[in-house]
């Protein structure tokens, strides 16, 4: 595992060591440093922006009496799935200056168009709108176990509810909410679509561009370390966050649920709320995606078979859900048992795929396939490879918080009963983990979907999914054949969410 | 960051393991000690010779041609150019020599990146791309062409070394908002761009790599100091920079800006999906220069070919008259072909202002590039 995690930044340090004159100037070169300080501006700011709203967002879907809460969780995490280029292409043609709502509204109120969406703002908007779900989905894991009779024990005691999260919850959510952040904050160090279509210049586009315009692979590969670089750095402030956190409580299930909270007259204010963030996520992506799929029909656009994508992107998304969560499953009981130097490694490790440009890992296991096992390239255990290293820490962040959450006396019982360790494991830990490895799979599996870089470089000749057809189309201007695949891929993933999220809380 | 002695020891171990299989990629030149190098360049070289012996192969009519069998009816090909456009062109080959294709889509750069990291183990046999510069990067890669092929094409729009063959081409042109601009008040060449009248008007895609080959051959023809005389005087417009054409082409329909330096067959894409109610056309410069430049897709053959003698088919169908007509009808690019006809409601090729220069002085991208960042029109 730990091989297969070092291959991309091996490939990098090679890459980069061929050239030394190239490091030298590139690291001094003022403009990296400008690229890398947006690149850490934007990743602040989208990874607070998804904890902002991740954290109501779980905690309304979850302990309140929100009317339809579990439709609204599966609604307002369906964002995860629209690639990010997808999504800023749509947001542009929505919101941009004479965009669909300046049509609607610029000339009767006299605008001659609206002020910008680009660059930081457009880039922060459609990065967190692709990102909170990340937030969404480890925070509500982690609420889903946590033990009523803290917080009510805290409220008999006099506390206040505002004063009762501060005190008992939040200290019990800040793992998993450090976690979802960081998620967020990787996802905007590697992303290429939304800055480039919303025009911030962060490394990883700078990155893109060094391979795109010049061929020149080994100043994308210094940049490339240089986000490594960052991403561990990332990593760093999270453990902070979350070290010296003890979840579990005594039982398995002795713990109370948690009493939903009445919203009362705030109930209209969390619906509303809940609906303009579904408006503005899935409602406009989806009603501009119609609108280019029924014009096109209407001017007698073919639209040719989404079989084979579709079975594609399902097959490769299904299975490298199981791959990476049994490949994250040591890492995160490494890391939460015996924490340790070994652990430690590991899981940084572990984030440095999250942070790299996809395009960056997919050519690091071109590089090392076609050299070391060339039976491998170019098929589909390859590709799933590149899955497991790009979304490992996607799993590996609920994995642990649900370890966490169990307390090892209950597999030290259960050792002492006579049971095996691969039986306590799956009979004690693994149904106590479920909620965790819920919302795991859903990250992986929906984040699948959407990958598109990876996928184009490593996937098996022939091989086609949603994704791919959707750029394909959308770069050559066919908008109507690049709705119908986008819808479709929304429609495939809601079913396989909303049945995760109901198997996590039950 | 601490790291244990053990890990740091792991750590070097795996670079080094990795490092020692490294070999520059981007050198054409064989590993005798490679075995999977070996194997694949014999069998290309075989079937090249025998390829090259066949009298049938000099035909440029794929169907005319005896049936490839077993193994050798399969085809490996990287494509820049996408699914959404070329994939029915693809099927019709597939349908007439019997011949498997199997289609990598990408885009140009990463497809030529990839290239370069697989070396001699590259499956491909195949590499059509977008535009020269990609063509360029993996120059080394390529096989020279028959005779047969490149003589379908005029001089101008293949590879002065014959590694690689033109398949379609498009001019650059200026795309204006139908309501806001008329094309009489549109400038001759791009130097008048840069009237101050032009400011917060004009919107370009820097990063794409039509546009950087416009200014490859402004540098060829008017020199580097002038070249960035012209990019400081637009950067002064403040231009708006999309991420590639077709945003352009929306953006100036949308009103978003007024002009937008592309290529020319975008356009027709959203005249299809929108309608002729779409407030943007084309302009086709008048006073010649960079900005009337007509530049070529193109595709060539690996030297590492498992399947050449199905890749010369392939080249061959894709610069025959039918897929030629393809183009056209399809994409609404000129063909490159002698003796096809190009769009019925464009300017004939010939009338175009495109200026002489030769292909091999387009080759020169990194100096493109290296004067884009110097004058911060790239990052």
């Known amino acids: 595992m730990g091989l297969l995690l070092l291959l991309p930044p091996s490939y990098l340090l090679i890459r980069s060591l061929e050239a030394p004159g190239v490091a030298g100037a590139v690291l001094l070169a003022p403009g990296t440093w400008a690229a890398a300080g947006r690149t850490l501006l934007l990743a602040a700011a989208v990874g607070a922006a998804s904890s902002a709203l991740g954290l109501p967002l779980a905690w309304l879907t979850l302990h309140t009496n929100l009317p339809r809460r579990r439709l609204w969780l599966v609604l307002v995490a369906l964002p995860l799935v629209l690639p990010s280029y997808i999504s800023a292409w749509l947001f542009a043609a929505a919101l941009g200056p004479r965009g669909l709502l300046w049509q609607g509204i610029g000339p009767a109120l006299g605008l001659s168009r609206l002020p910008s969406v680009y660059g930081f703002w457009g880039a922060f908007i459609v990065l967190t709108l692709c990102a909170y779900p990340y937030s969404l989905l480890v925070i509500r894991a982690a609420w889903t176990r946590l033990d009523g009779s803290l917080e009510a024990a805290g409220r008999s005691l006099g506390l206040g509810p505002w004063a009762c999260f501060r005190r008992v919850t939040w200290p019990q959510l800040r793992p998993a909410v450090a976690g979802g952040a960081l998620l967020a904050a990787l996802y905007v160090l590697r992303d290429f679509g939304a800055v480039a279509i919303m025009r911030y210049d962060t490394l990883a586009r700078v990155i893109y561009l060094a391979y795109g315009s010049a061929f020149d692979r080994h100043t994308a590969a210094v940049l490339g370390l240089l986000l490594v670089a960052m991403a561990l750095g990332l990593v760093s402030l999270e453990r902070g966050a979350s070290r010296r956190a003890r979840l579990h409580r005594a039982g398995s299930h002795g713990g109370r649920p948690i009493a939903p909270v009445a919203l009362g007259p705030w109930r209209p204010v969390a619906l509303a709320c809940c609906a303009a963030l579904t408006a503005l996520a899935v409602v406009l992506p989806l009603g501009i995606l119609s609108h280019w799929l029924l014009r096109g029909l209407a001017a007698g656009e073919r639209l040719s078979g989404l079989w084979p994508a579709l079975r594609g992107s399902v097959t490769a998304a299904a299975l490298a859900t199981v791959l990476t969560l049994v490949a994250a499953l040591p890492g995160a009981w490494l890391t939460v048992r015996r924490p340790g130097h070994r652990a430690r490694l590991l899981g940084r490790l572990s984030w440095t795929g999250q942070a790299l440009p996809p395009l960056v890992v997919a050519l690091a296991l071109v590089f090392a396939s076609t050299r070391l096992l060339p039976a491998l390239y170019q098929t589909l255990p390859l590709l799933l490879l590149a899955y497991v290293i790009l979304f490992l820490p996607e799993a590996g962040s609920s994995l642990q918080t649900a370890l966490r959450q169990i307390h090892p006396a209950l597999g030290e019982a259960a050792r002492t009963l006579g049971r095996r360790p691969t039986a306590v494991f799956r009979t004690v830990t693994l149904p106590l983990a479920r909620p965790g490895l819920a919302a795991a799979a859903a990250l992986v599996f929906l984040t699948c979907l959407r990958e598109l870089p990876a996928t184009l470089i490593l996937s098996p000749a022939g091989f086609s999914t949603l994704s791919i057809s959707i750029w394909s189309a959308v770069s050559e201007a066919y908008f109507a054949r690049a709705a119908l695949p986008a819808l479709v891929l929304v429609a495939v993933s809601a079913p396989p969410l909303a049945w995760l999220s109901l198997r996590g809380e039950a | ?379």
């Open chain 2, 1 to 379: 960051m601490i790291i244990s002695r053990r890990a740091a020891g792991f750590l070097a171990g795996a670079v080094l393991l990795l490092a020692a299989c490294a070999t520059p990629s981007g050198a054409p030149a064989t590993d005798p000690a490679d075995p999977s190098t070996a194997a694949g360049g014999a069998t290309a070289d075989a079937t090249g010779s025998t390829d090259s012996a066949d009298p049938a192969s000099t035909s440029t009519d794929p169907s005319a041609q005896a049936p490839l069998t077993g193994d050798d009816a399969k085809l490996i090909v990287y494509s820049g150019r996408k699914e959404s456009l070329i994939g029915p062109l693809i099927e019709r080959f597939e349908a007439e020599t019997g011949i498997q294709v199997d289609m990598r889509w990408g885009d140009t750069a990463p497809l030529a990146a990839t290239l370069m990291e697989e070396g001699q183990a590259s499956p491909a046999d195949v590499f059509f791309a977008q535009d020269p510069g990609g063509l360029g990067a993996v120059e080394g890669l390529l096989a020279p062409l028959s005779p047969a092929i490149l003589d379908r094409v005029p001089a101008a729009f293949r590879d002065p070394a014959g590694h690689w063959v033109g398949v379609s081409s498009r001019s650059r042109v200026v795309v204006y908002n139908t309501q806001t601009v008329k094309p009489q008040e549109i400038p001759a060449d791009l130097d008048g761009f840069t009237d101050p009248v032009w400011k917060g008007r004009i919107g370009w895609a820097p990063t794409n790599a039509s546009f950087q080959a416009m200014v490859t051959a402004m540098r060829k023809l008017q020199g580097e100091e002038q070249t960035r005389a012209w990019l400081a005087g637009m950067m002064a417009n403040e231009p708006v920079a999309y991420e590639s054409n077709a945003p352009v082409v929306a953006a100036v329909g949308a009103g978003e800006v007024e002009i937008g330096l592309v290529n020319h067959y975008y356009l027709h894409r959203f005249l299809v999906e929108e309608g002729e109610g779409f407030s943007a056309r084309n302009h086709f410069m008048t006073g010649g220069g960079p900005g009337a430049m007509v530049l070529v897709s193109g595709a060539g053959i690996l030297q590492t070919a498992a399947h050449k003698a199905a890749a010369e088919r392939f080249i061959a169908f894709l610069v025959s008259d039918e897929a030629q007509r393809f183009f056209v009808t399809e994409s609404w690019e000129y063909p490159v072909a002698t003796g096809v006809d190009g769009p019925a409601d464009l300017p004939p090729l010939a009338a175009l202002k495109s200026p002489a220069l030769p292909l091999a002085d387009l080759a020169d991208l990194q100096g493109t590039i290296d004067l884009l960042r110097q004058t911060g029109v790239l990052p």
